[in-house]
């Protein structure tokens, strides 16, 4: 119980200490988004107008830094976080939801099947240390992984899809297909996603086997994997049950900061497929100085990682017992 307490003290003051900054950067920057929006129209600016813009996107009243700061936070409670630049006049949650299903489901399954995978590859690497398995895949996956997205990306269109045409060349379902939830749309959706999860999956599952591997070589030669051997028990039983099992637990939390940072999506393999996920919109706000969009952006991507690190936290304590006792 103590633990948990801990826990949540942490969550809540770190959260409160993200809010604060999220509030405070867009107001220190130069400028507003009213008169980024203006500035793409010569000429002169009807006063009205942009007093209509500046009631629009929040800026521009005679409220207090402290009455501003709790208006926001009543705000952020509330689920309200202004009017989108780039979609204008979208709010900013309706844009965000409308990409966030296609992070979550690209970036999210690919991230989970990577760890899964290197997980799985590092184990048996190790338990077969210096076999054909051991020699082979992690060189090869790590070797992998130094590459860059966007090199990895330009790679897959290249050969899949200019060479030998197999795969479309970027978005996330055909143009023109009706958005429906039927066999054909979902074929063609899949048919996208699999270069851009294909390019992820390549740069990421190095990592995952190569800290898997060595966390494994340090608890095979724990003495209670040395009783197990001892007492006959199948080497099955061994690996997974005894050696796998606390060699996973280090990699928890870095698995759950990976889930957090799904929604932030992969960034560069979104702009390079032109996949309209929350990565490729953040682009999007960045280059059209969309305060409003990049200030939500940021604290949905903070929140993530939050809760994903807490959620990592308590099952390494349901886990491993010794870290109920430290807590």
Not at 48 to 72: D, P, R
Not at 190 to 213: E, K, Q
Not at 266 to 295: C, H, R, T, W
């Amino acid at each position: 119980m103590r633990y948990l307490i801990r826990r949540i003290e942490f969550f809540m003051i770190t959260l409160w200490a993200a809010l604060t900054l999220n509030f405070l950067l867009p107001r220190l920057m130069p400028g507003n988004p009213a008169l980024a929006m203006m500035a793409r129209y010569r000429g002169r600016v009807n006063p009205q107008a942009m007093h209509a813009l500046e009631v629009a996107f929040g800026v521009g009243t005679n409220q207090s830094l402290l009455e501003q700061y709790l208006h926001y936070l009543v705000n952020t409670a509330q689920g309200r976080f202004g009017t989108s630049l780039t979609f204008f006049p979208e709010p900013v949650g309706s844009v965000i939801m409308q990409a966030l299903p296609w992070t979550l489901g690209l970036v999210g399954t690919t991230t989970v099947m990577a760890f899964v995978l290197g997980t799985v590859v590092g184990m048996v690497s190790a338990w077969r240390r210096g076999g054909t398995l051991d020699s082979v895949l992690p060189p090869i996956f790590i070797m992998t992984s130094a590459f860059p997205y966007f090199f990895t990306g330009l790679l897959c269109i290249l050969i899949f899809s200019v060479a030998l045409g197999w795969f479309p060349l970027g978005f996330s379902y055909t143009l023109g297909q009706p958005v429906t939830l039927t066999w054909a749309f979902i074929g063609s959706v899949l048919d996208h996603a699999v270069l851009p999860a294909a390019t992820i999956l390549i740069t990421s599952i190095g990592g995952w086997i190569l800290t898997m591997r060595n966390n494994m070589i340090t608890t095979l030669a724990e003495d209670y994997v040395r009783m197990a051997r001892a007492k006959g028990l199948s080497p099955l039983r061994i690996m997974l049950h005894y050696a796998g099992r606390n060699a996973l637990l280090p990699n928890l939390t870095g698995f759950a900061m990976s889930l957090g940072f799904v929604i932030s999506g992969a960034i560069l393999v979104e702009y390079v497929f032109s996949y309209p996920g929350v990565g490729f919109m953040l682009l999007q706000a960045v280059e059209n100085e969309d305060y409003a969009l990049m200030q939500t952006l940021f604290l949905l991507i903070t929140v993530a990682v939050l809760v994903a690190v807490v959620v990592a936290d308590l099952a390494t304590a349901l886990l491993d017992p010794r870290t109920r006792a430290r807590g």
